[in-house]
Nanobody
Framework: QVQLVESGGGLVQPGGSLRLSCAASASAFSLNTMGWYRQAPGKQRDLVAARTSGGATNYGDSVKGRFTISRDNAKNTVYLQMNRLKPEDTAVYYC????????WGQGTQVTVSS
């Protein structure tokens, strides 16, 4: 069983930055892919970014060039650096990890508004 605890969400003005963190209870070496999805009200959950244990990354088209995913295996933590935030980035952001099955965090709210 893997538990994921997210932090770092909040309210930010357009053009600002936030960094999300997701700490896993299991050794990072037992986790294959870790990353983030997001879900805005009334919309489906979409991939934001993912990173494999080997370092390969994948980003959603709407965040390419603005968001960066990184991973600290020593801390069993994955990060999402979000720059040049836009109002349309407003959503609940969910951390996920793939091990023996998919695991999900509880979600953290990101609101981009002036």
């Amino acid at each position: 069983q893997v538990q994921l605890v997210e932090s770092g969400g909040g309210l930010v003005q357009p053009g600002g930055s936030l960094r999300l963190s997701c700490a896993a209870s299991a050794s990072a070496f037992s986790l294959n892919t870790m990353g983030w999805y997001r879900q805005a009200p009334g919309k489906q959950r979409d991939l934001v970014a993912a990173r494999t244990s080997g370092g390969a990354t994948n980003y959603g088209d709407s965040v390419k060039g603005r968001f960066t995913i990184s991973r600290d295996n020593a801390k069993n933590t994955v990060y999402l650096q979000m720059n040049r935030l836009k109002p349309e980035d407003t959503a609940v952001y969910y951390c996920f990890a793939v091990a023996d099955r998919d695991y999900w965090g509880q979600g953290t709210q990101v609101t981009v508004s002036s």
